[in-house]
């Protein structure tokens, strides 16, 4: 594991899409990255509010942190990303894995959208695997954990691993596959490597689903995911997760947000460009997925 100071980790929770956003720094005054920020958007309206940023930069202004990195694990297709807000309010760079480029592909195609690149260039960097980024006195490294998305980054700090969308909590199990690009076989291996870590080591979900009941939760280890993780716990093998998670996927509604979600945030976050009208519109592609 990396042998840096280990860090201070503060999570938010959105409420509206169980997504948890973290802050993770050394102490107060010191640098700090953000991961899987969070725009609050609303389906009905197609209106944007930053309630849940807002929150992760009074924080970071409380503890007089300097932003310096604003992390994606991957393109979300459950919420868009307050990335560039954040940039505007606190500066930073906005980064991502190397591999987006591939979902950016499949997606230009699904969303016509002609204004877009499809070599990444919207975000201020691209993450190699393994490529360790230092802020202050700490460093990330990025795990690339494919399967959900072919794009997904995990990230190591210090003894703990932000897993993107790989694992949920172990009573509620792991990702969906069936996007475009998605992988069940890919996924299982990605865990498995996750899983190689010490059974001490954190893990932070970037999700909560909690079964009624249960309070949301964001962080267990790998021993609690190899003991109990209800769709790979020690013991379920590669095809017998395989064929679990494709009937469970066959089965699944698309997320509410997949649709604006996506064609924002293969945009490092920002919003098509205005029409004649100085209005942003998002595409509906009707049939499509």
């Not at 017998?240 to 998670?245: G, L, N, P, S």
């Amino acid at each position: 594991m990396n042998s840096n100071k280990q860090p201070i980790v503060k999570a938010f929770f959105d409420p509206q899409t169980w997504t948890y956003t973290y802050v993770v720094y050394e102490s107060e005054g010191s640098p700090c990255i953000v991961i899987d920020s969070v725009l609050n958007y609303d389906p009905k309206s197609g209106r944007t509010k930053t309630v849940s940023a807002d929150e992760v930069i009074a924080f970071i202004k409380e503890k007089e942190l300097r932003l310096e990195w604003i992390l994606e694990t991957h393109a979300h297709a459950d919420h868009l990303t307050a990335a560039p807000y954040l940039q505007e309010k606190l500066g930073g760079k906005i980064a991502i894995g190397d591999h987006i480029t591939a979902v950016q592909k499949v997606f230009k195609n699904v969303f016509n959208l002609e204004d877009v690149a499809v070599d990444g260039t919207q975000f201020d960097v691209l993450i190699k695997e393994g490529e360790p980024i230092s802020f202050g006195n700490l460093s990330f490294k990025a795990l690339y954990v494919p399967g959900h998305t072919p794009a997904c980054m995990a990230y190591e700090i210090g003894d703990n691993i932000f897993v993107g969308d790989t694992l949920f909590m172990p009573d509620v199990g792991t990702a969906r596959c069936d996007f475009p690009g998605g992988s069940a076989n890919q996924l299982y291996q990605s865990i498995q490597s996750i899983l190689r870590y010490p059974p001490s080591t954190t893990l932070f979900m970037c999700h909560d689903y909690p079964p009624s009941g249960r309070d949301p939760q964001y962080q267990c280890t790998v021993g609690d995911q190899k003991r109990s993780n209800i769709h790979v716990r020690d013991g379920v093998t590669e095809d017998e997760f395989v064929a679990m998670r494709t009937k469970r996927d066959a089965s699944l509604e698309m997320p509410v947000l997949i649709l604006p979600s996506i064609q924002v945030n293969i945009r490092a976050g920002h919003m098509p460009p205005k029409e004649s009208n100085g209005v942003s519109y998002l595409k509906i592609p009707l049939n499509a997925l």
